[in-house]
C-alpha cells in the first residue's frame, strides 16, 4: 500500500494539495471557495460533472453538520469522492469452463501491449496457463514487442506474419488453447484509431470468431486507456464502447501523472468500471483498481 501512495504521488500533489491549499487560505467557507475547489477538482482532471456533483454534497453536508471552518472540509472531500467512486471493486467475469477469453483493445501507445503482458504474469502468477494472441498483425513491431512480452511472463504465444488477418491468428490461439487446455487466451488487438471504421469492424469479426469458436467468449473486452491523456480517455472509452461493447477498463501510466482525478470522471461518466491500473513498465506494476485504497493512497 506504502508503494501505492509512493506512486500516486503526482495525483496527490495536484489533487488533494490543491485543495488543501484553497482551504488553508482561508478563513471562511463562501461561495469564492466553492467556486475556487470546484476550479481545482476540474483542473484535476475530475471532470465538469464529477466536480459540480462533489462540491454541491460538500455544501449539502456543510450546512448539515453546521460547519463553518475551512480546515474540516478535507474529510467531507474525501468523503465524496469515495461515495462517487462507490467502495466496490469490479472484479474480472470469467466462465468456469476455461479456456477465459479477452480482448484487449485500445489506442496506439496508450499501453494495451505492455497491459496484456502484464496480464499474463498476472494470471500466470495465480497459476494458470495463459496463451497470449498477436492479433496487431498491422505492425510487425507490435508482434515483436508482444512475443517479448510472452517471454517475460513465461507463457505462449500464437501469432502470424504481419500483415495476415487478425480472425484467423484468434482462430489459431483458440484451437491451441482448447487442444493444451490453458485458462487464459489474451488478444492483443490493433489500435490505429486513423482507420476507425475498419478498426472497429475488425474488432467486431474479433468478436465473432471468438463466440463461435468458445461459449460466451470474449468474456472480458477490456480497453486500455493512458491517464496521461485526460478527458481524450474518456471520449475513447465512448467510441469503442459504442462500437465494440466494452466491459471493462485499464487505466495506464497513473504512475507520475497529474491527471489522476480522470479515474473520477470515468465512474461518473461511463457505465464501463476500471477493473485494473497500470502504475509502471514493469511487469509487475500492475493491480486491480480498488477505490477505497484509491482514496486512501491520495488522501492519508
Ligand atoms: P501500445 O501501443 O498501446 O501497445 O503501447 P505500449 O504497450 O507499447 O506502451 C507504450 C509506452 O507506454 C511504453 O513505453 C510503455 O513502457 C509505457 N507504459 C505502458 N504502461 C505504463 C504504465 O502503467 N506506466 C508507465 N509509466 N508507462 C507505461
Redesign the pocket.
Known sequence: FGKLREKLTKVRETFVEKIENVISRRREIDESLYEELEEALIQADVGVAAALEIVERVRARVRELRISDPEQLKPLFREEVLRLLGTETAPLVLPDEPPAVILMV?V????????TGKLAYYFREQGQKVILAAADTFRAA?ID?LEVWARRAGVEIIKQREGSDPAAVVYDALQAAKARRADVVLVDTA?RLHTKTNLMEELKKLRRVAAREVPGAPHEVLL?VDATTGQNAINQAKLFGEATGLTGIVL?????TAKGGVVVAIKKELDVPVKFV????RIE?LMPFNPEEFVAAIFD
Open positions: 485500445g496506439n501507445g496508450t499501453g494495451k501491449t505492455t497491459t507490435a514487442q489500435g486500455v495506464t501510466k497513473l504512475d507520475g497500470g502504475t509502471g513498465e506494476d
